[in-house]
């Protein structure tokens, strides 16, 4: 089976591959030649995932796999939420959307939050389905760790002693907001094709 993945990111792209079934075969934008940006309008984290999908599936009519994925802090009302990715302006580095949050997090001894990925799939028949995954956990007050990507550095999932940065990809790709979403996926492609 061959499924495009809506995606720019190469963090995404790396880690989605390496979820999935060998048999499956991820086309990365790039592979189609897509050169183009898909904006994100919606408001909702299932808002965009779906219009990533949509957007690719209406001009390839072919299978796409999209996700939106965005942290969720309790004590900034669910901020940086579908703006994660721009949450310091629409140019951020990831290092600036952690410091802005680390910012606005000074003095606050809740540190409860969230990260929450919708994966949005549209078939060849161009019905969709949105799979979602969260793990909860807590930001910390300083960045820790080398791997992974994005505020990777500053959120430790419940139950670790870890940030995500200080795991290893099969360690985080077990346990992530992703891998919950994608392994519903995955469950969903090997029921149908029963």
Not at 17 to 30: A, N, T
Not at 169 to 182: G, Q, T
């Amino acid at each position: 089976m061959e499924i495009i993945f809506a995606t720019g990111n190469k963090n995404k792209l790396r880690e989605v591959r390496s979820m999935l079934p060998s048999h499956i075969k991820v086309l990365s934008l790039e592979d189609i030649g897509f050169e183009g940006d898909i904006e994100e309008t919606e408001s909702t984290i299932e808002g965009n995932s779906l219009l990533k999908a949509r957007t690719i599936f209406d001009i390839y009519k072919q299978p796409v796999l999209a996700e939106d994925t965005g942290l969720e802090v309790s004590a900034l009302n669910n901020e940086p939420g579908v703006r994660s990715a721009r949450y310091a302006g629409d140019e951020a580095t990831a290092e600036q959307n952690m410091e802005l949050l680390l910012s606005r997090m000074e003095g606050i001894e809740k540190r409860s939050a969230q990260f929450k990925t919708c994966a949005t799939f549209v078939t060849e028949a161009g019905s969709y389905r949105c799979y979602e995954g969260i793990i909860r956990g807590e930001i910390t007050t300083a960045k820790r760790g080398s791997g992974g990507f994005a505020y990777d550095p500053i959120f430790k999932p419940a139950g670790f002693s870890k940030v995500f940065a200080e795991l290893s990809e099969e360690e985080k790709n077990f346990i992530s907001h992703r891998a919950l979403a994608i392994n519903k996926f995955v469950n969903f492609l090997s029921n149908s094709s029963r």
